[in-house]
C-alpha cells in the first residue's frame, strides 16, 4: 500500500475512527490522540493492511485495542494504592535500611547451622524446598519446619530491635 491509498483509506475513516475513541474514552484529546497513534501504527504496518480481508473493520477493531489498551493504562494507573507509590528514602532512612539489613545478616549468621543453611538457600539462593531436601539430606517437612522456626527466631529479634530503637 502505497502512502495515496493509505491516505485515502484514512480520511475516509477518520471522522469514524474519533467517534469511535471518543465514545470509548470519553474525553476529546485523547480520542484525537489516539486517531493520531493509530494511524502511527497502521502506517508502521501499512504492508499487512493489504492482507487484510476487509480494511474498514480491521481499522475499526485496531482502534477499538488502543482504546481498550489506554484505558487500562490510564485505569491503572489513577488506582494505585497510596503505599504503591514510590518515594525515594531520605540519607537517614536508607541509613537505617542498611544497618538494619546488617543487623539481620548477622542474626542469621547466628542462627543454629542447619537453620541458617535452608534459610539461605530459600531467601537468598531462592531454591526450592525438594531441592534443599535433597541438598541437606532432610526431608522436605524438616526443610519447612527448620525454614519456619529461622524465620520465627529472625522476625522476633528485628522487632525487639525496632521496639529499642524507636
Known sequence: MDAREFNALFST???KLFRMAK????NTDEAKDAVQDLQ???WEKRETLDY???KFTFTLKTMRNLCIDTLRKKHYSENLPQEMEHHAPTPTQQL????MANYASSLIDKLPEIQRTVMRM??????EIAEIAYITEL???????????ARAKIRTQ???????RN
Open 13 to 15: 475513516l477518520s471522522d
Open 23 to 26: 465514545s470509548m474514552l470519553q
Open 40 to 42: 502511527l501504527k497502521l
Open 52 to 54: 487484510a480481508e476487509n
Open 96 to 99: 537505617e535500611i542498611r544497618d
Open 122 to 127: 530459600r531467601d537468598v539462593e531462592e531454591m
Open 139 to 149: 526431608s522436605e517437612n524438616a526443610v519447612c519446619v527448620n525454614l519456619s522456626r
Open 158 to 164: 528485628l522487632l525487639k530491635e525496632l521496639q529499642t
